[in-house]
């Protein structure tokens, strides 16, 4: 039976921890990765989480995936990663298919960047 997005991201949300912003803005302070799912327009456009690591939701599994000639060794099995993207949806599934690729402990940021900023954390100026 064919799904609708919101019934995808739903049942995302049920495989993966749904974090506050202020509960990330806790566990960057422990030093956890923080990958950013947006393609790099968008950051540029709205700024990003200092500290994020933009990897689009498009290659995603390429850096994750030890056996891709574009593997990011950051993307370590046992590393804390945080996901997150403009609201909420795209972090939801990468991290469920980062949980599929055998990533144990794996959150995302509860209504992305906008509840980010919504929050009042501070927004940076992408570097790359």
């Keep these: 039976m064919a799904r609708t997005l919101a019934e995808l991201v739903n049942e995302a949300k049920q495989h993966i921890e749904c974090l506050t912003p202020e509960a990330v803005a806790a566990e960057l302070a422990r030093g956890v990765l923080l990958v950013d ?3 790099p327009g968008e950051r540029e456009t709205n700024g990003c989480i200092e500290g994020g690591r933009s990897v689009p939701r498009g290659v995603l599994e390429l850096h994750a995936d030890p056996a891709s ?6 993307f370590d099995r046992k590393q ?4 997150h993207c ?3 949806g795209r972090s939801a599934l990468a991290g469920h298919t980062l949980r599929l690729m055998g990533f144990e402990d794996v959150a995302h940021l509860e209504g992305g960047l906008a509840a980010w900023i919504a929050s009042g954390l501070p927004v940076a100026r992408p570097r790359e």
Excluded at 69 to 74: G, I, K, L, T, V
Excluded at 80 to 83: C, D, K, N, S, V
């Design 86 to 88: 403009a609201s909420g």
């Design 37 to 39: 799912v947006r393609e």
């Design 80 to 83: 804390r990663i945080i996901l």
């Design 69 to 74: 000639p574009a593997y990011d060794a950051a």
